[in-house]
């Protein structure tokens, strides 16, 4: 069954503490994206990557790190910088990049203890 | 500043009828136009899209029309279902750069 899988569904941060979320795909996609949706706001891009080991900032990159070492990965890293990190967030990837028709994963909800 | 513009947050239509949500964007390169379906707690779900070129794309009780002059496209769910009821968002790209979602409109189907 080809698709996406984020983990965990809900993840607890604690202040000053690092998290990482989980993206994989086996859809064979060369993109990869990660989003993040606050209550009343549309989806906004965290980062993007188009092909493996390469990756570029979207709208709203400060405060978390991304990397992409494999093709079916895109692990993000939500860091204490990140003043504001309870979000619900969601992965996604696309066959060609920066194209059309992205497909999602079920998303992890972080909060902030 | 907003390129992809949905004016509505939410929208209530009897089941049965037509739901019409709408869409404005205010960047004349872009040339493909998307409408992703979201439940609560789910991640979105790709509906329908359509090409610049066209005008309007059908896909079963899903249309989506396209008014280039007029930078607006619009989703029609002809009848509305009780499963219908989620937040639909507009999006767009141009061949060069991501795509640009819009806030959501949220739709519920009346009884």
């Known amino acids: 069954d080809g698709g996406i899988t984020q983990s965990p569904k809900y993840l607890f941060r604690k202040e000053g503490q690092n998290v990482t979320l989980s993206c994989e795909q086996n859809?064979?996609?060369?993109?990869m994206y990660w989003y993040r949706q606050d209550p009343g706001q549309g989806l906004r891009l965290i980062y993007y990557?188009?092909?493996?080991?390469?990756?570029q900032k979207g709208d709203i990159a400060e405060g978390y790190s991304v990397s992409r070492e494999k093709k079916e990965s895109f692990p993000l890293t939500v860091t204490s910088a990140q003043k504001n990190p309870t979000a619900f967030y969601l992965c996604?990837?696309?066959?060609?990049?920066?194209?059309?028709?992205?497909?999602f994963g079920p998303g992890t909800r972080l909060l902030v203890l | 500043d907003q390129q992809v513009k949905q004016n509505s947050p939410s929208l209530s239509v009897q089941e049965g009828r037509i739901s019409i949500l709408n869409c404005d964007y205010t960047?004349?390169?872009?040339?493909?136009f998307l409408w992703y379906k979201k439940y609560p707690a789910e991640g979105p779900t790709f509906l329908i899209s359509?090409?610049?070129?066209?005008d309007k794309n059908e896909d079963g009780r899903f249309t989506v029309f396209l008014n280039k002059s007029a930078k607006h496209l619009s989703l029609h769910i002809v009848p509305s279902q009780p499963g219908d009821s989620a937040v639909y968002f507009c999006?767009?790209?141009?061949?060069?750069?991501?795509?640009?979602f819009g806030k959501g409109t949220r739709l519920h189907i009346l009884p």
């Open positions: 859809l064979n996609h060369d993109a």
């Open positions: 999006a767009a790209s141009d061949r060069d750069d991501k795509i640009i």
């Open positions: 996604a990837s696309s066959a060609v990049a920066l194209q059309e028709t992205q497909y």
């Open positions: 990557s188009q092909i493996v080991n390469d990756f």
């Open positions: 359509i090409s610049s070129i066209k």
């Open positions: 960047n004349s390169m872009f040339d493909y």
